[in-house]
Antibody, heavy 119, light 106 residues
Framework: QITLKESGPTLVKPTQTLTLTCTFS??????????VGWIRQPPGKALEWLAL???????RYSPSLKSRLTITKDTSKNQVVLTMTNMDPVDTATYYC???????????WGQGTMVTVSS | DIQMTQSPSTLAASVGDRVTITCRAS??????LAWYQQKPGKAPKLLIY???SLESGVPSRFSGSGSGTEFTLTISSLQPDDFATYYC????????FGQGTKVESK
């Protein structure tokens, strides 16, 4: 059974860097075709894809946020870390991590973690 | 970037209705399209992948079709549990979500 869980601060100040960790079980991020992605959703708004890391360490980023994002993996710890620099109140959102299987879609999602950006 | 446009943004329907949601891509994405269902306060749930493949455990009243730039999600007979927001997502080049379609009770 695949599970993912996001963790990190619930409140960050403007200009600070956000670091979120996705801890997963039930799969290995060294398996061919597997990936872990990050998606966010501001309150009352649509889903927005942020980043994706593949089993071979290939990394993809949302073009509009690429300069602010870094995604890394620690296969031994079953963790994926997302950092987002220069946080702004508009970055207030629920942040999800999700498993990408070989078919390509995000088939299993974490419960999400709400991050508020405020001074 | 590939842009995804869903229509309508909101849809009012009754139990038993046939419901169709459309998703249009700004360029061809072949069949690399997924559909998700999201309920308030919950994570999205995968319904359909590769445009028409039903995810395991998803009721057969859900179906997807299309290729290239035009896609549809159809619910053949709307059930009470289906009132939710639906998102399409392309995965041909990076990933992009549509803006969502809220299915509400008429």
């Amino acid at each position: 059974q695949i599970t993912l869980k996001e963790s990190g601060p619930t409140l960050v100040k403007p200009t600070q860097t956000l670091t979120l960790t996705c801890t997963f079980s039930g799969f290995s991020l060294s398996t061919n075709g597997v990936g872990v992605g990050w998606i966010r959703q501001p309150p009352g708004k649509a889903l927005e894809w942020l980043a994706l890391i593949y089993w071979d360490d290939d990394k993809r980023y949302s073009p509009s946020l690429k300069s602010r994002l870094t995604i890394t993996k620690d296969t031994s710890k079953n963790q994926v870390v997302l950092t987002m620099t220069n946080m702004d109140p508009v970055d207030t959102a629920t942040y999800y991590c999700a498993h990408k299987g070989p078919p390509g879609a995000f088939d299993i999602w974490g419960q999400g973690t709400m991050v508020t950006v405020s001074s | 970037d590939i842009q995804m446009t869903q229509s309508p943004s909101t849809l009012a329907a009754s139990v038993g209705d046939r419901v169709t949601i459309t998703c249009r891509a700004s360029q061809s994405i072949n069949r690399w399209l997924a559909w998700y269902q999201q309920k308030p306060g919950k994570a999205p749930k995968l319904l359909i992948y590769k445009a028409s493949s039903l995810e395991s455990g998803v009721p057969s009243r859900f179906s997807g079709s299309g290729s290239g730039t035009e896609f549809t999600l159809t619910i053949s007979s709307l059930q009470p549990d289906d009132f939710a927001t639906y998102y399409c997502q392309q995965y041909d080049s990076n990933r992009t979500f549509g803006q969502g379609t809220k299915v509400e009770s008429k």
